[in-house]
């Protein structure tokens, strides 16, 4: 066999072989794709993902399957995701808390946010709200303050040890010289439950799941880091002389490393189409979430950049978690 021939054929196998791959990539997905929500059902997260499901599995022509594993603040299951197969069949709710918060609070991290994942893309951006139990009469962050002071002692609720809702409520204690107790819960329904019976006095979270307990009376929204259509009347921080809480939280989806480049740009294709609907951008408002139709590379340097500024914040409030 001459050279030549020699490599025309192991040029054709070649072929061979990554054809099918190629075709495979450029088909998917052929089946269900599932995707990790690391908290439990009724959260923010959750109702976000949720919001997106029925249209996002008819743009991309098959269901689409959530799978609430909640626990440590979003990172059992965001671990779980990572070390699933990078074959596009399994994706993970992202969140600044599990991406940005976690690799500076958790010394044993079960997951490298820029190692180990391909971000697809984000869904949005939110604010977050400090609501409190109605037994304390406060309808500004002063009279809240006054309210716990005269009380000596309270209560904070978050979605989860490591947080952005645990790192607010710890630097409003910090910052306000209150003596306050962290109470974590497995995400935001329990949470609310307590809240809401008085069992826990305050909690930071965001309005996607607080604003109909607040429209309905169960729960005061004292201030919110950022203005929201969805609670016009409430004052922001800095309205109320607090500049330092601007923190928003951001939503994206994002596979395990590895996963083909085809298949990102495919879904990051898909979640954009469904952002752009004006009814699903319309639902996702009501909520309190401002849909944010982006690039891959745009949630990756949100990471990038978010890590050092909650780094900052965690050793500020001196949280560090095994």
């Known amino acids: 066999m001459s050279p030549r021939t020699w490599y025309r054929l192991a040029g054709a196998m070649a072929l061979a072989i990554v054809a099918p791959a190629a075709h495979a990539q450029s088909a998917w997905p052929q089946k269900p794709v599932t995707i990790v929500v690391p908290f439990p059902p009724g959260g923010g997260t959750d ?24 626990g440590a ?7 779980q995701a990572a070390r699933a197969p990078a074959d596009g069949y399994t994706a993970l709710a992202v969140t600044t808390s599990t991406h940005a918060v976690s690799p500076s609070l958790y010394k044993n991290l079960p997951y490298d946010p820029t190692r180990d994942f391909a971000y697809a893309g984000f869904i949005g951006t939110s604010p977050y709200v400090l609501a409190a139990n109605p037994a ?9 303050t006054q309210a716990l002071k005269a009380r000596g002692q309270g209560t904070f609720a978050s979605v989860g040890v490591g947080t952005v809702s645990h790192l607010l409520g710890e630097m409003f204690r910090k910052d306000q010289g209150l003596n306050l107790t962290h109470v974590p819960y497995r995400g935001a329904a329990p949470a ?5 019976g008085g069992q826990v006095d305050i909690m930071f979270d965001n309005p996607v799941g607080l604003a109909p307990f607040v429209r309905a009376g ?15 009347d409430v004052r922001t921080f800095a309205q109320q002389g607090m500049p330092s809480y601007t923190q928003q939280l951001w939503y994206g989806l994002a596979f395990p490393k590895g996963t083909p480049p085809a298949i990102v740009t495919r879904m990051n294709a ?32 949100a990471v990038a950049r978010d890590t050092p500024f909650w780094g900052d914040i965690v050793r500020a409030v001196g949280a560090q978690l095994d």
């Open 73 to 79: 603040g979003g990172t059992i299951g965001s671990g």
């Open 270 to 301: 898909a979640l954009n189409e469904v952002l752009r609907d004006p009814a699903v951008a319309a639902d996702l408002a009501s909520k309190g979430v401002d849909v944010r139709p982006d690039t891959p590379a745009a949630l990756g340097q």
């Open 47 to 70: 109702l976000v993902v949720r919001a997106l499901q029925p249209m996002l599995a008819s743009k991309l022509g098959q269901t689409v399957i959530i799978n609430n594993v909640g």
């Open 136 to 144: 304390l009469k406060a309808n500004s962050l002063a009279a809240l």
């Open 218 to 232: 169960k729960l005061i929204a004292v201030a919110t880091t950022a203005a929201t259509p969805i609670l016009p």
């Open 192 to 196: 609310y439950t307590d809240l809401i």
